[in-house]
């Protein structure tokens, strides 16, 4: 595939064109040029191993040990660099079948995963068989708009965490899919699923005025994109505000590119998937400074 | 009073003051798990024993496909789907004659059920595994002919290859039916048919909504995949093929 490369800038980021946005700063220069990698990954559903090499659509891709082998280096690169995962780490092969997800909690624990949200196919076996395979995840659960206060796994996710690279404030928060018909009730319980817009719009104004946080991201398992009315990620980045970038799932959506669309203030905000099966690896790099320009809209980005 | 005064000009003050950085470059890309990526031998060794006591068991061989079946081939009704219904039409109908005496009439199943593409070539337990990774087992519903008709239209509106067996669809290029026929025999509305489907479809998964309409229910204890399992063991080769079960006729 031939890859163009979309430069999109506005008036103030074209006064500094030419470096990169990296060698001016204003004159409160004891803050320098900050840079926050995001690595993720959605949709893997239990792919451990790489598809076979006479496979009809992804042949010999994937796998983790060497997605393993691809985040180390770009850790080494950049040390302040996060590792999400947009849901349904779940079913798929017969590691699922097998193991239940211990393997691929250990796995992602390894890998040093800092995140995932949880996707429709993470209840399969239940929100018992989530829960009883939590012991294996040494990374956060989060999500903002399912309610597990009357499950099992109540206390054991978190709406949002903010993580601190550098000095720089990463809000991250989660939203999950409607599962009602999507999922079987004796699967999910007494999870009760809140409004992903509504929802997210308090979250992030907390992110932002209460936890001061320099970006927000989202970790959604809504779906890239819907014909009819149901929310996505594009609809959500229309319909909310101060979002930097919504890592998505559900969809298995290969992207050309990440996508940039606007918010309710007219503002860029990037949704990218990387479709599924660990195949591929979303890389997202924020470079941030202490100029006072303010969030995303007057950033170069450039995908 | 005082106390929320000062604690408003504290945040308001945090806020500030704070360090407040913000993007002024971003560059996004997708990086391929390629194979020229080396295995990180860590993540290797670790998942060794858990791959090989399940190679022991994927490994084995059932059958042959001379040709790539992916789930694209067709409209509304595909190889591989076609195939599915099949082999639930033939081998849960004996199981289901024996508790209940009755044949099976229709099979249905859901398109987004039909989890992988089947490459040329040998066709392994792990085949079964990687079309129907899910534990879904088939359960019969016993419906009367007016909720075959909600059936008929659902598959009819939502315009893909549902995989179906026992159950003949013409439509027109506007949607309207043209034809239905239940075992080659018209669809009557006062009519007890047995429908098999799997358990998710069941409670309404995809909303498959009619199915909440079934008079009664009848488990098999059959896992969809033990089925695929079960067919390719019989067969020595599979080679099914897009047919007119499900068809849109140019008017």
Known sequence: ?303 | MKKLALLLLLSLASCKFSSNYSPQRIEGKQLEISEAIPANDSISEFVKPYKEHIDREMNKVLAYTPVDLTKNDGELNTAIGNMMADAVMDLASPVFRKRTGENIDIVLLNFGGIRSAISKGDVTTRTAYQVMPFENEVVVAHMKGIYIQEMVNYLVDAGSAHPIAGLSLEIGEDNTIQKVLIQGEPLAMDTVYYVATNDYLLKGGDNMVFFSNALDVTSLDYKIRNVLIDYFTQADTIAPVRDQRFIRIKQ
């Open chain 1, 1 to 303: 595939m031939k890859r163009r490369t979309f430069l999109k800038r506005t008036a103030a980021a074209g006064a500094i064109a030419g470096t990169g946005g990296l060698g001016l700063l204003s004159f409160t220069t004891e803050k320098a040029v900050k840079r926050i990698t995001i690595l993720h990954t959605n949709d893997v559903h239990s792919h451990i191993e790489p598809f076979e090499k006479d496979h009809a659509q992804y042949p010999g891709m994937g796998g983790a040990a060497r997605r393993y082998s691809l985040i180390q280096e770009i850790r080494k690169e950049n040390p302040n660099t996060l590792l999400l995962d947009a849901g349904d780490i779940f079913q798929g092969t017969p590691y699922f079948n097998f193991y239940g997800g211990e393997l691929e909690f250990k796995l992602m624990s390894k890998m040093k995963y800092d995140a995932a949200t949880i996707g429709n196919h993470d209840f399969d076996n239940g929100i018992e068989g989530l829960y009883a395979q939590l012991p294996h995840a040494d990374f956060k659960f989060l999500s903002a708009n399912y309610n597990f206060s009357n499950t099992i796994m109540d206390g054991q996710v978190q709406p949002y965490h903010v993580f601190i690279k550098d000095g720089v404030r990463i809000g991250v928060f989660g939203l999950g899919i409607e599962l009602q018909g999507l999922v079987s009730k004796d699967l999910y319980k007494e999870t009760i699923y809140l409004d992903p817009v509504e929802i997210a719009q308090q979250t992030v104004e907390k992110l932002k005025n209460e936890e001061n946080c320099d970006l927000i991201i989202c970790l959604s398992h809504l779906g890239y994109n819907y014909r009819h009315e149901k929310i996505s990620d594009m609809k959500l980045a229309s319909l909310t505000r101060d979002i930097d970038l919504i890592i998505g799932g559900h969809t298995h959506t290969f992207l050309p590119k990440p996508t940039i669309t606007q918010n309710l203030d007219g503002k860029n905000v990037l949704v990218n998937q990387v479709g599924w099966a660990g195949v591929n690896l979303g890389r997202i790099d924020f470079f941030l400074d202490a100029s006072g320009r303010k969030n995303g809209s007057g950033a170069t980005i450039v995908v």
